[in-house]
């Protein structure tokens, strides 16, 4: 069974930073994968990144490129998103979401990442 945990969110002032991690369970260390989704106020659940499990194949949303960085820690079952130069518009709930069976990352679809933590509150403040 498939077990992922959020952390590191909080409040920052934009342009600021903020790593989120997510540990899990029950995941393969080659060949699944492991992404961050985010939902903000008044919009549908939208994607942010994947990365593959073991090889670390990553794709990225449009909004987010160049700016925020996914990565992983496969000996700590550990998925991060550092975040940076932060937006008053990336205030939302982040959240970390797995997929079996995985050979590329993308496309990050709510259908392919099936398994969900139970979020994280971000809030950057202008």
């Known amino acids: 069974q498939v077990h992922l945990v959020e952390s590191g969110g909080g409040s920052v002032q934009a342009g600021g930073s903020l790593r989120l991690s997510c540990t899990y369970s029950?995941?393969?260390?080659?060949?699944?994968?492991v992404g961050w989704f985010r939902q903000l106020p008044g919009h549908e659940r939208e994607a942010v990144a994947g990365?593959?499990?073991?090889?670390?194949?990553?794709d990225y949303a449009d909004a987010i490129k160049g700016r925020f960085t996914i990565s992983q820690e496969n000996a700590k079952n550990r998925v991060h998103l550092q975040m940076n130069s932060l937006k008053p518009e990336d205030t939302g709930i982040y959240y970390c979401?797995?997929?079996?069976?995985?050979?590329?990352?993308?496309?990050?679809?709510?259908?392919?990442?099936?398994?969900w933590g139970q979020g994280t509150q971000v809030t950057v403040s202008s």
């Open positions: 979401a797995a997929g079996r069976w995985c050979s590329n990352p993308g496309p990050v679809t709510s259908a392919r990442y099936n398994n």
């Open positions: 990365i593959t499990t073991g090889q670390g194949l990553t």
């Open positions: 029950g995941l393969r260390a080659n060949g699944d994968c």
